[in-house]
């Protein structure tokens, strides 16, 4: 399709004129091609024809391939079946493809009414009815397949090295798509009011033997797609043999996709599938088919898979309670509570119900209570030994945090890492949230297993707001880690100077020593030069760095800025060279 578009940008008729004009003979020939094809007039097409022009030729756009075929173009502009039938007739390859991606027989699959009326609004044909434009494209495609279309033949990958492709299609992946699974899949992708899957179309390819288990490099078989099309298409696809616990390379069936969906057509689709024996309980790494259900939030799907008996607390996988607290469905989490769902039931990873709801940025505290009230454990540790509190700092509010806190979490308890939750908020989060962790009795000196304190976290990741906090807590500025490191050189080395020159400056101010060494005898100098901080470096020396200490390497810190392409050529190495 991205070939098509990018071609009818120069074959339309406002532009064909001008383009014409700075075309060569052959180009012109080319065009009158297209042209031809656009309005619809074989008589035309025959003219060009008979002037020697190639039925297979590849239509050129700004100079290169373009990769599409006259038949392509006809299908592109569902042309008429008499017009499909006499380019065929006339040579041209029904299974050419552009770039290995697409046959005739895909673009035609591909091309939705909706899409025809928005990309080709000036098309002859585009004022037909929806009805219409399906009908043109079932008698254009029963034209391809009676004239040997492939109708098995499978797609590659996108060519991203084309802007337009990455413009249009930024993350189209479906390598191995075949024809049938590309007509579902467009579905499913589109939506039912953009696109609509008819059951003539899937039984006109399954008569022409359209494999109905082939799937993408992803796993995903046709009737994985065909669930957002309702009961009907899929129980096309399984009296043609569909494998109904086929799964995708995430361990999904095709119930499960049904059951993350939120449309009445994939529940009509699920209860299909259940009536044919489809596993219930079926476990993917997404989680079983009632989790899915419960985190979309689609209560009558839940309902549904209940009434079918899905298991309110399978053991060792993500459970629906998870699904719900991710999804932030706080009614369904009330609902599966009073089932009976298990709050401390825990996945692979060792994460609860708890956990998941205090990693959201946007926590409903009503969650959190309701979970707490139903005995969830608030201090329990994941596999990584985290608590929901130390869950909670990356992505969740203060308040989310302070509702923790009230609700009993341990703040110095510490992960398999030996990190606290001060740690990691000194790192990622609000210095509100660092005040309230130390207010509630964190330790501020405690390290983990590198030797590390939350005043090197946040020097480290150059965070002045933390920084001064921690230190007017009484944080330790002197300190090493298991390396030998201080809090001043961890400073003066990064992702980025920004803020890191206040950084430094505080932490001197309070006491750092600026020419304190490390375990191979580098100084905090030596460590700016080698992290390309510019502008550390001349603080530092502002700040009495000695230039003319040697490590145990016996180099200098100029010997570091020689060496850094950052900093050759800068006023910083002429102010080591004078001060060296």
């Not at 390859?93 to 909706?114: P, R």
């Not at 191995?176 to 008819?198: E, K, S, V």
């Not at 810190?557 to 004078?578: C, E």
Request: one cysteine or more; glycine letters at 8%.
């Amino acid at each position: 399709m991205v070939s098509i578009i990018a071609m009818l940008l120069v074959v339309s008729s406002s532009s064909m004129v001008a383009a014409q004009k700075s075309m060569t003979q052959s180009a012109r020939t080319q065009s009158a091609m297209f042209q031809a094809i656009y309005q619809g007039k074989i008589d035309a097409v025959q003219s060009v024809i008979d002037s020697g022009v190639d039925i297979n030729m590849r239509y050129q756009v700004e100079g290169k391939r373009g990769g599409v075929t006259p038949l392509m173009m006809a299908v592109a502009y569902l042309s008429t079946p008499e017009m499909i039938q006499f380019l065929i007739d006339s040579g041209a390859e029904v299974d050419a493809h552009c770039d290995k991606q697409s046959t005739a027989l895909i673009y035609c699959l591909g091309i939705g009414s909706k899409v025809f009326k928005t990309l080709l609004p000036v098309a002859p044909g585009s004022t037909r009815t929806d009805a219409e434009l399906d009908r043109a494209k079932y008698e254009i495609v029963k034209v391809l397949l009676n004239n040997g279309a492939d109708v098995n033949w499978a797609r590659h990958e996108s060519d991203h090295s084309d802007p337009a492709n990455r413009m249009v299609r930024p993350r189209d992946r479906t390598d191995g798509t075949t024809p049938l699974a590309w007509y579902l899949r467009r579905g499913h992708t589109m939506g039912r009011r953009d696109w609509i899957c008819t059951p003539e179309m899937v039984q006109l390819l399954i008569a022409h033997g359209a494999e109905v288990n082939v799937s993408t490099t992803d796993g995903e078989t046709p009737l994985m797609f065909a669930v957002d099309q309702g009961p009907e298409m899929v129980q096309l696809l399984l009296d043609a043999g569909a494998k109904i616990e086929a799964e995708d390379r995430a361990g999904m069936t095709a119930l499960s996709h049904a059951a993350w969906r939120e449309n009445e057509t994939s529940l009509g689709s699920a209860k299909l599938l259940l009536a044919n024996g489809a596993e219930i309980n079926h476990l993917s790494k997404a989680g079983y088919p009632l989790t899915l259900a419960c985190t979309s939030g689609n209560t009558s799907m839940v309902e549904l898979l209940m009434e079918h008996g899905a298991d309110v607390n399978p053991s060792g996988g993500f459970t629906p309670l998870m699904g719900a607290a991710r999804g932030s469905q706080v009614e369904l989490i009330e609902w599966l509570l009073k089932e009976g769902a298990d709050p401390n039931a825990v996945n692979r990873n060792g994460w609860t119900a708890l956990m998941e709801a205090a990693e959201l940025e946007n926590t409903d505290g009503e969650i959190i209570a309701m979970l707490i009230e139903a005995g969830a454990k608030v201090n329990a540790r994941c596999a990584e030994g985290k608590t929901a509190l130390m869950c909670a700092l990356m992505w969740a509010q203060p308040a989310t945090i302070r509702q923790l806190l009230d609700l009993g979490a341990d703040v110095r308890m510490k992960d398999e890492d030996g990190s606290t939750a001060l740690m990691l908020a000194a790192e990622e989060s609000s210095v509100e949230v660092v005040a309230m962790l130390v207010e509630a009795g964190a330790k501020v000196d405690a390290t983990n297993a590198e030797g590390k304190s939350a005043l090197m976290w946040a020097a480290k990741f150059a965070r002045p707001a933390a920084v001064r906090l921690l230190l007017d807590q009484g944080a330790d500025v002197r300190m090493k880690d298991k390396a030998g490191s201080t809090v001043l050189m961890i400073a003066a080395q990064g992702y980025s100077e920004e803020s890191r020159v206040e950084v430094v400056a505080m932490l001197v101010e309070a006491g750092a020593k600026v020419n304190a060494r490390g375990a191979e005898g580098k100084t905090a100098l030596m460590c700016a030069a080698m992290e390309s901080m510019p502008g550390v470096v001349r603080q530092l020396l502002d700040l009495g760095a000695d230039a003319q200490l040697k490590d145990k390497a016996g180099k200098w810190a100029i010997d570091y800025a020689r060496d850094n392409f950052a900093l050759s050529g800068s006023p910083v190495l002429q102010q080591l060279k004078t001060v060296f």
